[in-house]
């Protein structure tokens, strides 16, 4: 009973600090128990009855397990002073605290430890070996004796087995040259690739662009070198004749400074404060594994934009999951003026022309992006309501399997897809990916909206065999917030496109609410 009572309180009571508030929009998505529930070391789960069997509802799971603030101080204390593992960390990432790794429950790194089997550093383990069958310097003291390696050695595994409850991130750039590399590393400029590349640059040298045939060439993807210029077309930013596209340039991107010179200082008006306040918090769980989000710089230049966005949009203002929205495009408009490993380059490098640059052209695409998908972020969020339903009706008659699958372990597409709607599946992918299905959303008519509900159920169908080998409320819920794509390239998803591309024209006959 006390455990049921905690679970309401925790669910209802909107002031407590530290708590999840399951409001739509929000950085995390609804009913996700990791965000809120662990077992303390060294105890057993608390079943209340339910002892003899898996947790087969949502109910039943939230029932039987404790909060994380049962966590003992010490204990949190001493897994906090643990160093990481350095040989298994990429450079860049040590810099992130603990804390901002814990926020990060929801994202690709935590996929690889939890579908396979713990996995220590080889390296170290092979150290801490010889220490055992070698004369080594133990604590400064040199010890013979096997038995005496081991007692000294003791603290060593601990630390490891400690941090083998931590994700091992493979070395694979979530940037990777701006998405032209797949997780393999293979030379992204083929003779094939040349020739795309050719074919753009003849497109966009002609005084007047032919839009429909540039998203004929851009939807099974857009060269690196001409990726910036294709956006600002495709979006709409920019017109298609080429003598005026400078002009328009300058004057948006002065109307915009223009707006932060009006607006910007009134963040701390009372009427303001709560929307500056909850951006400023989510600006730094945006990509946090990823350094180039961790400048302050860039963190200023996204706390700018999403709150100007916000006083100009009052019917939606600011929701939790818009400052995900902006990555993309502030990306792919740095990659203009990068050439090396964007994802650890120093934004204050740049002129501060350059800076303000991409800024406004950030701005101006994610303010295109949102127009056609406003109705996802305004009250109660009706746009991702709708996409959803239409997603389980959509599903029910793509695989039937599913959908019942779905139904008798009491999974909820909310669950889930909710969160697929509101972030466009960026959290589900690494940025590499999300960079390259953008080329395709792009060069749809309703890309965004209408064109990513046959995304979705694609990416559904996809882990097909991993979701019907699940039996239990808790492990189909989990893997379908950690799916596995952190080694996703474009082959992957290219293949995910073209399989939403046949679906949607097999189901054409869809309900009208399927375009909503």
Not at 50 to 63: D, G, I, Q, T
Request: proline letters at 6%; aromatic letters at 10%.
């Amino acid at each position: 009973m006390a455990t049921e009572n905690r679970v309401h309180f925790w669910r209802r009571n909107a002031k407590v600090p530290g708590s999840v508030q399951p409001v739509y929009g929000a950085q995390h998505p609804p009913l996700d128990p990791r965000l809120r529930r662990t077992y303390p070391k060294d105890t057993k789960p608390k079943f209340n009855n339910l002892k003899s069997k898996k947790a087969s509802s949502f109910h039943e799971f939230a029932c039987s397990t404790n909060d994380a603030w049962d966590i003992d101080d010490e204990e949190d204390e001493d897994f906090l002073r643990t160093p990481a593992p350095t040989s298994s960390l990429p450079s860049g990432l040590h810099s992130i605290s603990m804390q901002q790794q814990n926020q990060v429950g929801d994202t690709e790194d935590g996929v690889s430890h939890r579908l396979a089997p713990p996995r220590t550093d080889s390296h170290t383990l092979q150290n801490v070996q010889e220490e055992d069958t070698e004369c080594e310097h133990v604590s400064g003291k040199v010890v013979k004796s096997k038995s005496e390696a081991q007692l000294n050695t003791s603290s060593v595994r601990s630390t490891l087995q400690k941090q083998q409850s931590l994700p091992v991130r493979p070395f694979i750039p979530l940037v990777a040259r701006i998405s032209d590399q797949n997780a393999s590393g293979a030379p992204p400029m083929t003779v094939r690739e040349k020739s795309r590349l050719d074919r753009f640059k003849q497109l966009l040298a002609g005084p007047n662009t032919d839009l429909e045939e540039l998203r004929k060439h851009s939807w099974s993807g857009i060269p690196r070198e001409v990726r910036p210029i294709t956006w600002r077309l495709l979006s709409g930013y920019l017109p298609a004749n080429k003598e005026r596209r400078e002009l328009v340039l300058k004057r948006k991107r002065e109307e915009y400074f223009g707006f932060i010179e009006q607006y910007y200082h009134s963040r701390t008006d009372e009427h303001y404060k709560d929307t500056y306040r909850q951006i400023h918090i989510d600006i730094p769980r945006t990509n946090p594994l990823i350094p180039l989000f961790q400048q302050p710089v860039v963190q200023e230049v996204f706390e700018r934009i999403l709150f100007i966005w916000a006083i100009r949009h009052p019917a939606s203002g600011y929701v939790q999951g818009i400052n995900d929205l902006v990555t993309p495009f502030f990306v792919v408009f740095l990659s203009e003026f990068v050439t090396e490993d964007v994802e650890n380059f120093e934004v204050v490098a740049l002129p501060l022309d350059t800076q303000r640059n991409i800024e406004a052209d950030s701005f101006w695409c994610m303010s295109k992006l949102l127009d056609g998908i406003q109705d996802n972020y305004t009250f109660a969020q009706p746009g991702i309501q709708n996409k959803v339903k239409a997603l389980e009706e959509l599903v029910s008659r793509i695989d039937e399997d599913i959908h019942n699958h779905f139904k008798k372990y009491e999974v909820e597409y909310l669950q889930f897809a909710f969160r697929w709607m509101n972030n466009l599946l960026m959290r589900e992918l690494p940025l590499r990916c999300t960079i390259r299905l953008w080329d395709t959303y792009q060069s749809e008519a309703e890309g965004f909206s209408h064109f990513h509900l046959y995304v979705c159920a694609a990416f559904l169908i996809e882990w097909r065999k991993e979701i019907l080998s699940m039996i239990d409320f808790q492990g189909l819920l989990m893997l379908l917030q950690n799916l596995p794509t952190i080694h996703w390239g474009n082959e992957e998803v290219g293949l995910l496109l073209a399989e939403a591309y046949r679906l949607k024209y097999m189901f054409a006959d869809a309900p009208s609410h399927y375009k909503r």
